[in-house]
């Protein structure tokens, strides 16, 4: 007796977090293949704007393998990110999780998966060490401060290597596809205060790229990037560097302090000067902060992650009120009320 065509399989983008955990699982396990790891063990620590899964393999080291699920990274993008990681753990103190290479030399690997009807970029990098910070305390901060500095003055030597290439920063998308402006999501008051929002941090960045310098960046510094051990920092999640002015670094990690206590976001800066003078550019640094407020909204209105499109219409509307806010006073802040 014939039962009919079978069901369609749902879509990824339509998947639980498990499900989603489990397809990316597989392209995990094949990328390990690819670079040539006798993997023992495999296991998921964060599945979020891109997933990480940890590779303990049979000779005794622990990995970290990320896949791209919602970058927008090229391969010539993620080339360049693992180059320059790995020019960090050579030429500086800091702690960085170095590049691992496939036996035939690549530090990026496309793998297909069917479920997303596209090739996934994967990475293979050293394992750090420790808890992620999270929220910084004034000594965390300091020492963002003093990595952030290095990087930045790393970054003005580094010479990115033939066949990659880093986007470049000089809107507040950061080339990302604008689904946030004009939302059917949001009312008309709302549409109309994200769309001031965009005019006056465009002029910010216009004003940046003729008035400052531009080198690679790592361009998402904050909590869950760093780890804490043993009384070290450690920086990881290249995934959005990119080219442009250093206090863009300094304004996106201001972004995560700015709800805690003021001498958080003091130390940051406290500990930049203790590496090199404050880049150019801090005249913009407020609406640099809630440009980071416009990135995060539009991203979550292209995210694929079951846990985060389920969040988009309430951070909307949070989005709408820091944005009335700093349009109002001149001041950034995480709580619109205080």
Known sequence: MSTGPAAPSPAYEDLDESAQVEVLRRVAVTAAQCYGLRTARLEPVLHGFNTTFRVDTADGARLALRVNTNS?????????????????????DLRVPDA????????VVAVPCAELGRDLLCVVNTWLDGPDVGDCDPEQARELGRAMATLHEHARTFVVPEGCGFPVFDEPLFGDRNLLEGTALLDAEGREVVADAFDRTRSAFASLTVSAEAVPLHGDLHGGNLKWH????????????????????????????????????????EGYTEVAALPAG??????????????LANSLLTTTTAQWRSRAVDYLGTTVERLRHWTATGRFVLDAGS
Do not use: C, K, M, N
């Not at 927008?72 to 500086?92: C, F, G, L, M, P």
């Not at 691992?100 to 530090?107: I, L, Q």
């Not at 560097?241 to 700015?258: C, S």
């Open 230 to 269: 043993e009384g070290r920092l450690a920086v990881f999640d290249f995934d959005d560097a990119g080219v442009g002015a250093p206090v863009l670094d300094l304004a996106i990690a201001t972004f995560y302090l700015r709800g805690s206590d003021p001498t958080v976001e003091r130390s940051l800066r």
């Open 282 to 295: 801090t005249e913009y640094l407020e609406a640099l902060v809630a440009s980071r407020q416009l990135l």
């Open 72 to 92: 927008v990274s090229t391969a010539e993008h993620v080339a360049a990110q693992q180059a320059w990681v790995h020019a960090i753990a050579r030429d500086t």
């Open 100 to 107: 691992v290479a496939a036996p035939d030399g690549r530090t």
